[in-house]
T-cell receptor
Framework: GQNIDQPTEMTATEGAIVQINCTYQTSGFNGLFWYQQHAGEAPTFLSYNVLDGLEEKGRFSSFLSRSKGYSYLLLKELQMKDSASYLCAVRGDSGAGSYQLTFGKGTKLSVIP | DSGVTQTPKHLITATGQRVTLRCSPRSGDLSVYWYQQSLDQGLQFLIQYYNGEERAKGNILERFSAQQFPDLHSELNLSSLELGDSALYFC?????????????????FGDGTRLSIL
């Protein structure tokens, strides 16, 4: 089975840097995705990691350590519009060769002035 | 705009009723996924279709069913509705159906249907 843990809530200041952690246990790991979801809206894709290391995309970076079952999303130069939930999702083998995404419950980030 | 279209945006109905939610995937995407998101739960995977065929089932109740049509749009049917079925239902689509090893193609989500059971 799959299990994903991430903090429920975080608060950070506008202009600062915040790191959102995600730990996972999964069978047949095949990639980790981060999504951003504003309240009541659709999740939108932020980043993808399948190999160990850091992937950088503008103000957002994501890191993966497969041996530790650990990832983090780093948000730099925080803006008020970054206030949202951040979902960690792991693609693993759900059986019969089918790889599905299992989502964590999300981390609600509040950016304050 | 993700390119995934879901209708209706809101649906209010009573217990015991049946509803149908509709999803049109992004142009070129062959895989469709359905998810349920309630307040205290994360996104829960329900079912996946690829090019008209069911590929994977998640935590989908027997009261729920889905299908994907030749034009690739999909419908999720929810019957004998209960109060606990109130949730946001999302459809997502992707190019590949999940067996592409190390595929970096993400799932793209529609705006969801908010279902309220009274």
């Amino acid at each position: 089975g799959q299990n994903i843990d991430q903090p429920t809530e975080m608060t950070a200041t506008e202009g600062a840097i915040v790191q959102i952690n995600c730990t996972y246990q999964t069978s047949g790991f095949n990639g980790l995705f981060w999504y951003q979801q504003h309240a009541g809206e659709a999740p939108t894709f932020l980043s993808y990691n399948v190999l160990d290391g850091l992937e950088e995309k503008g103000r957002f970076s994501s890191f993966l350590s497969r041996s530790k079952g650990y990832s983090y999303l780093l948000l730099k130069e925080l803006q008020m519009k970054d206030s949202a939930s951040y979902l960690c999702a792991v693609r693993g083998d759900s059986g019969a060769g089918s790889y599905q995404l299992t989502f964590g419950k999300g981390t609600k980030l509040s950016v304050i002035p | 705009d993700s390119g995934v279209t879901q209708t209706p945006k809101h649906l209010i109905t009573a217990t015991g009723q049946r509803v149908t939610l509709r999803c049109s995937p992004r142009s070129g995407d062959l895989s469709v996924y359905w998810y349920q998101q309630s307040l205290d739960q994360g996104l829960q995977f329900l079912i996946q279709y690829y090019n008209g065929e069911e590929r994977a089932k998640g935590n989908i109740l027997e009261r729920f069913s889905a299908q994907q049509f030749p034009d690739l749009h999909s419908e999720l049917n929810l019957s004998s509705l209960e109060l606990g079925d109130s949730a946001l239902y999302f459809c997502a689509s992707s190019v590949v159906w999940g067996q592409a090893i190390n595929s970096n193609q993400p799932q793209h989500f529609g705006d969801g249907t908010r279902l309220s059971i009274l």
